[in-house]
Structure formats: C-alpha cells, structure tokens
C-alpha cells in the first residue's frame, strides 16, 4: 500500500492501492435504480448571474489556479442549505445496499489526534510527508474514527469517508447532482464581490467564530475555542446570506469537475463544467482542519483536489439541482 502521495489538506489513495472486497462490491451509479423526485422546496434556489471568481489576494495559493479574478456567468440552479449528513447518507444505504469506496478497500484515512489506542495500536500505515494522516482498517462513513466508533452521536453531522465516487451515487439516487466549482463558488460568496469569506474580510468580525476550523498548533494541539475538534453539525454557525450553511470550514465539499490550475482562466465563462478529463476532482470550502499556519483554504476562492476514489475523515458533499 503506498501512502506517501501528499496532498496539502487531505490524503489520496494511490494508483497501486486494491479493493480489499470482490469489485463488484462497490455498486455502481447505474445500478441504483430510478432518481427520487426531488423536493426542490427544500433546497435554495440561486437566481445565477454575472460575478466575479476566484482572487489575487495574498493569502491565496497561485499554484492552486486561485487566480486571476475573472468574470463568470452562472444560469440559475438549486442547491441544499447543507452538506449532506450522516442521517440523510444511511437512508440511501438502507434503500439501496450501497457500499461506499472506503468499505471496499478496508480503510480510510483518518487525523491522528481521532483515533483511539486500541485502533492505534493497529494502524502500520502513515502518510510520509503529511504523517498526521493515518491508515485506518475499518474506518468508514458509519464508523469515521475506525471500527471502535460511530455516528450515532453524530446524524446531524456532515457525512465523512466518502469518495467522489460514493458522492455521485448518492446524487443519483436523490435525483440531484454535484456543484460545478463555478456553481459551488457563486453560491458561497453569498451576494457578495471578492470577500475572503461568506460573510466578509475578517474571519472573526467582533471576535465571533463564523466557521469551524482549526485553533492551536497545528497538528497536534487544537484549542477548539470554535466549539468543535472535528466535524460540527451542518446548520453550526449563521449561514451565508444565500442561506447556506458551513460554506467555510467542517468539511471539504466534491465538485462535478476535474480539477485543473487554469482551466477556469481559458476555458468558457459561460457555466463552465471544468475540463473534459483529468486525474483529481475539485473539493471547496475547506475542513475543521485549516488552519492559517499551514492550510489557509478556508477562505471562499481556495481550491483542493483529491482523486475520485479518495476518502477522508474531513471530506463530504452538498447537492444541487437544475432550474428548470
């Protein structure tokens, strides 16, 4: 098993890595049968239009394609208020008999400070250049700490331990999609032009906490002064003024496209969908990890990748559907 592929936020399965069940274990999106009827009364409805993506501020990552800051046309579209939880992920397990990716390969990748000393004693396995990222067997979106934990303290949470993969399958069965990036952006800035954040320029405007992200020193001391170590639950803190919910921080969100440094500067600008192939998809909005020290990517325009069979404690999704 190879894990010494970093990537700055979260951690990625390598190509050499092998399902430990039969292939077929994993359910694939045509299998899941005929879409739901969406409820499209429960999810925001976001009006679309010109505004302005991406930044050239300097606490951004050029590397990342953060920038430069160009004008993008979005048509109209639905999305949900919040990531989808714990709870909403087990009704679509129990409908379907899903099996998400990190069930099939045995393990996940799960923060160190999370796992017990049972688990730990186990674990053989650490990330080489991000070794706060440990290999562990069992660990799954039910089970997000290892075999000895559960969710059932944690419903309302952001579900966690899914693939880009497993997000797709989900989306199918409820009869919505993924976010394009363009989308996902547009709909965080809330309204507002070139903010930092959802709600503004300062991170904690009058010494509130806005979002849940990392306090302390990183990796290994977190003063949760936020109120959370790890994931919160989905309706924690104001939402934006379009009226989503953890935009920033809690945990990273899957996009539709494959992920790319420039493509968002010379490909369309009319409801961009990404390039047409590629290695990694797009994840936004940053983690309960980030933190100023080291990951700073919890601000509206950072972006992060990951391959679409990874899975990670501080990665989930948040659906959208089209206006019609």
Avoid at 223 to 243: C, I, L, R
Avoid at 261 to 268: A, D, E, F, I, L
Avoid at 305 to 317: A, E, R, V
Wanted: glycine residues 8%; charged residues 20%; contains cysteine.
């Amino acid at each position: 098993m190879e894990t010494n592929k970093p990537t700055c936020c979260s951690a990625s399965r390598a190509s050499s890595d092998q399902p430990s069940a039969h292939p077929e274990a994993i359910m694939s999106v045509e299998t899941l049968g005929t879409a739901r009827q969406i409820d499209k009364d429960g999810m925001i409805f976001i009006p679309g239009g010109k505004f302005l993506m991406g930044t050239d501020d300097r606490e951004g990552f050029p590397a990342d394609g953060e920038g430069p800051v160009r004008e993008i046309n979005i048509k109209p579209f639905y999305v949900d208020a919040c990531a989808v939880t714990n709870a909403e992920f087990n009704q679509f397990v129990d409908a379907t008999n899903y099996q998400t990716e990190a069930e099939s390969f045995g393990w996940s990748f799960v923060f160190h400070l999370f796992v017990s000393e049972a688990t730990a004693a186990q674990v053989q396995n650490k990330v080489q250049q991000t070794p706060w990222w440990w290999v562990v067997e069992g660990a799954d979106w039910l089970h997000p700490e290892g075999p000895d934990s559960h969710v059932e303290d944690r419903w309302d949470h952001p579900v966690i331990h899914v693939s880009w993969s497993d997000a797709m399958a989900y989306c199918k069965w409820a009869g919505k999609r993924l976010l394009t990036e363009a989308e996902w952006e547009f709909a965080a800035r809330g309204g507002l032009t070139q903010k930092r954040y959802p709600w503004g320029d300062e991170l904690k405007p009058g010494g509130k906490h806005m979002c849940n992200i990392w306090q302390g020193k990183f990796p290994d001391k977190n003063n949760q002064s936020d109120g959370y170590a790890g994931t919160a639950p989905v309706k924690a803190f104001e939402p934006n003024a379009f009226g989503l919910y953890n935009v920033a921080g809690n945990v990273w969100e899957w996009c539709s496209d494959w992920f790319s440094p420039n493509y968002h500067v010379k490909g369309s600008k009319d409801n961009p969908v990404g390039p047409p192939s590629g290695d990694t998809r797009v994840l936004r909005g940053g983690s309960y990890l980030c933190h100023r020290s080291y990951c700073n990517r919890y601000r509206v325009a950072a972006r992060s990748k990951n391959t679409p069979d990874s899975s990670t404690g501080n990665i989930g999704f948040r659906c959208a559907a089209d206006a019609k």
